[in-house]
Structures are given as structure tokens and as C-alpha cells.
């Protein structure tokens, strides 16, 4: 069974500037996470969708933060504009249901400069 | 907001010690997983135990949940589960809150 697969990587960019994540979640499942992880802290949720509906963004900075899952099945974050304190590591999960076993990807690593 | 507290904060043990890390939480949970985050940054599952005991290999899992508490044992340690242990808790059936970790060093 293939995993979560996120990309890019890594991305450095300036200050101000917008970047966008991709997300390919596990084939099946129907609730897809986005996670910040701020360097010596635990994953903090940003969004929690359940096909392509969104169960909880209470903690997204929606003003410069947004999602989607538009098929219910891969998603994209985006950030715009990026700020200094935004820089972390954002990891993507998923789950077959929506209190089932939580599966990660690698993540992608932002530097703010 | 429920409260993650997971303990001790750092460890640092002799290869082939045995170790107890500790995740209390401060209201009901309906489920509870724990995790092992290795030094590239990933990720990985180690258990989803909402109640019960679990065991694979040299791990096994507790969660006490009357009692708001789940203990992660490793046995026999080795330097390849060095990394940082979270416990990750799912309140009101959609709210997702992970603990700030045990930071575990095995020294060979």
C-alpha cells in the first residue's frame, strides 16, 4: 500500500511571498489532515477535511492561510503572504475514518527568509 | 481544550535499557495513538490504543482510560529508537491534539 505522499520536500522563499503544498493522501481514505510543526514543538492541526468537506479549521490563520480538496481526494495548502513565524515543517495525514489510525507523509520543510 | 502532558520531556538511556514514557490527558478521549518521530523527521505509527494493552517487538502500550493516562514501554533499547515520542489524543470525536513529546537519546 503506498503511502501519503507530499511535495515538494523543501521550499525556501521570502517573506511575502505565496507557496502551495500538495497532498496525495492513502487510496480510500476519507479524511485528509494538515499539520504545522513549528522545530521542538508536537504537530499542531490546521484543517481536518472529511471527503471534501471541511470538519475543522479552527485553528487555520485564514487570512493568510487556505485549502482545498476539491475531489475529495488529493489536497493543496497554500499560504499568502508568508510570514517569518510561518516557517515549520507542514505534514499531511490521513485516515480511513475520521477517529481511525492517522498515517503521515514526509512533509515539506519551509524556510522563511 | 484538553491538556496533553506527556513526561519525562528528555531521556537518555544505555543502549539495552529499559524505558517508561508517560501521556497523561485531561478529559475523556476517543482515541489515542502513539507515535515515533525518527531523526529524519518522519512520522511513524507505533500504536492506536484508545483502551488496553498492545505489544509489537520490543514495544508494548497501556492506556488507562478511566484513569486519562497511557504509558509507552520500550525494552532492550538500541540507538535506532532514538527520536521523539508523541502521544496524540482525538477529543469530541474530531479534535485532534498532540502532546510536546518525549525526547529519547540511546547512547551505544
Known amino acids: 500500500e503506498a503511502g501519503v505522499a507530499q511535495s515538494p520536500r523543501y521550499k525556501i522563499i521570502e517573506k511575502r511571498q505565496s507557496v502551495a503544498f500538495w497532498c496525495n493522501p492513502i487510496s480510500g481514505h476519507a479524511t485528509l489532515y494538515w499539520y504545522q510543526q513549528i522545530l521542538g514543538q508536537g504537530p499542531k492541526l490546521l484543517i481536518q477535511?472529511?471527503?471534501?468537506?471541511?470538519?475543522?479549521d479552527s485553528q487555520l490563520p485564514k487570512d493568510r492561510f487556505s485549502a482545498e480538496r476539491l475531489k475529495g481526494v488529493d489536497s493543496t495548502l497554500k499560504i499568502q503572504p508568508a510570514k517569518l513565524e510561518d516557517s515549520a515543517v507542514y505534514l499531511c495525514?490521513?485516515?480511513?475514518?475520521?477517529?481511525?489510525?492517522?498515517?503521515f507523509g514526509d512533509g515539506t520543510r519551509l524556510s522563511i527568509l | 481544550g484538553i491538556q496533553v502532558e506527556q513526561s519525562p520531556p528528555d531521556l537518555i538511556l544505555q543502549e539495552g535499557a529499559n524505558s517508561t514514557l508517560r501521556c497523561n490527558f485531561s478529559d475523556s478521549v476517543n482515541n489515542l495513538q502513539w507515535f515515533h518521530q525518527n531523526p529524519w523527521g518522519q512520522l511513524i505509527n507505533l500504536f492506536y490504543i484508545p483502551s488496553g494493552t498492545k505489544q509489537n517487538g520490543r514495544l508494548s502500550a497501556t492506556t488507562v482510560a478511566t484513569e486519562r493516562y497511557s504509558l509507552l514501554y520500550i525494552s532492550s533499547s538500541q540507538t535506532t529508537d532514538s527520536g521523539v515520542y508523541f502521544c496524540a489524543v482525538v477529543y469530541n470525536f474530531n479534535k485532534f491534539y498532540f502532546g510536546s513529546g518525549t525526547k529519547l537519546n540511546v547512547k551505544p
Open positions: 495525514a490521513s485516515s480511513l475514518v475520521g477517529t481511525g489510525p492517522q498515517h
Open positions: 477535511f472529511q471527503n471534501n468537506g471541511v470538519v475543522d
